[in-house]
T-cell receptor, first 117, second 110 residues
Framework: GAVVSQHPSRVICKSGTSVKIECRSLDFQATTMFWYRQFPKQSLMLMAT?????????EQGVEKDKFLINHASLTLSTLTVTSAHPEDSSFYIC?????????????FGQGTRLTVV | DAKTTQPPSMDCAEGRAANLPCNHS???????VYWYRQIHSQGPQYIIHGLKNNETNEMASLIITEDRKSSTLILPHATLRDTAVYYC???????????FGTGTRLQVFP
C-alpha cells in the first residue's frame, strides 16, 4: 500500500517553544492531508484538513493560530504547534488520501509523540 | 459522515476467527464502510473497505448487510499480532475526511 512518512516520531520541547511536524506521501500525490490528535486511551480526533495550495480547514474548537498547517506541495504537509504548553502533549498523526487515484482509502503516518515540559 | 457504533471490547482465541460488528444505520448511499486498526502507539493501518458488496483481501473479509445498516469485519485466523483497536468508519469519497469513533479493542489470547 501507499506510504505516508511522518517526522519526527518523538519530540520533547520546552514550554513556550514551537515544534514542526512533517508529513510526506512517498509514492503518491496527496491533494488532501489530515491532521489528528490522540490523547491516551482515547480515539483519534480530527484537527484539520490540509489542502494543497489553499488554507487548511480546521475543526470546531481547534485554534488555527496555535496549530499552523502548511501544505505547500502535493507530497508535504507540516503542522507547527506554536507556543507549546504541557496540555499540548499528545500523539499527533497525519493522514493522506489520493483523491485522484483508483482507491479511496486514506493512509496514515506512524505518528509523532510530542511531550512539552 | 454517518455515525458508527461498535462494541468497546472483544476477546478472541488465537487461531480462531474474530468477527467484529459495526452498526451504521444512518449510512447514506454514497458512503463506503472503511475498517482501520491501530496497534498501540502507531498510526492506524488500513484493512479493507466496501460499498455494498462483500469484500475480501489478504488481511480480512468484510460482510455488509443487504440494507447496508451494519457490517462485520472477519479476521479468519486471529494471531496475537492482531491485538489492536479496530475502527469502523462510514465516509463518502467526496467528503474526504475520516471521523473516528471509539472503536473495538480486540484482545487475542493464546
Amino acid at each position: 500500500g501507499a506510504v505516508v512518512s511522518q517526522h519526527p516520531s518523538r519530540v520533547i520541547c520546552k514550554s513556550g517553544t514551537s515544534v514542526k511536524i512533517e508529513c510526506r506521501s512517498l509514492d503518491f500525490q496527496a491533494t488532501t492531508m489530515f491532521w489528528y490528535r490522540q490523547f491516551p486511551k482515547q480515539s483519534l480526533m480530527l484537527m484539520a484538513t490540509s489542502n494543497e495550495g489553499s488554507k487548511a480547514t480546521y475543526e470546531q474548537g481547534v485554534e488555527k493560530d496555535k496549530f499552523l498547517i502548511n501544505h505547500a506541495s502535493l507530497t508535504l504537509s507540516t503542522l507547527t504547534v506554536t507556543s507549546a504548553h504541557p496540555e499540548d502533549s499528545s500523539f499527533y498523526i497525519c493522514s493522506a488520501r489520493d483523491l485522484g487515484g483508483a482507491n479511496t482509502e486514506a493512509f496514515f503516518g506512524q505518528g509523532t509523540r510530542l511531550t512539552v515540559v | 459522515d454517518a455515525k458508527t457504533t461498535q462494541p468497546p471490547s472483544m476477546d478472541c482465541a488465537e487461531g480462531r476467527a474474530a468477527n467484529l460488528p459495526c452498526n451504521h444505520s444512518t449510512i447514506s448511499g454514497n458512503e463506503y464502510v472503511y475498517w482501520y486498526r491501530q496497534i498501540h502507539s502507531q498510526g492506524p493501518q488500513y484493512i479493507i473497505h466496501g460499498l455494498k458488496n462483500n469484500e475480501t483481501n489478504e488481511m480480512a473479509s468484510l460482510i455488509i448487510t443487504e440494507d447496508r445498516k451494519s457490517s462485520t469485519l472477519i479476521l479468519p485466523h486471529a494471531t496475537l499480532r492482531d491485538t489492536a483497536v479496530y475502527y469502523c468508519i462510514a465516509s463518502s469519497y467526496n467528503t474526504d475526511k475520516l471521523i473516528f469513533g471509539t472503536g473495538t479493542r480486540l484482545q487475542v489470547f493464546p
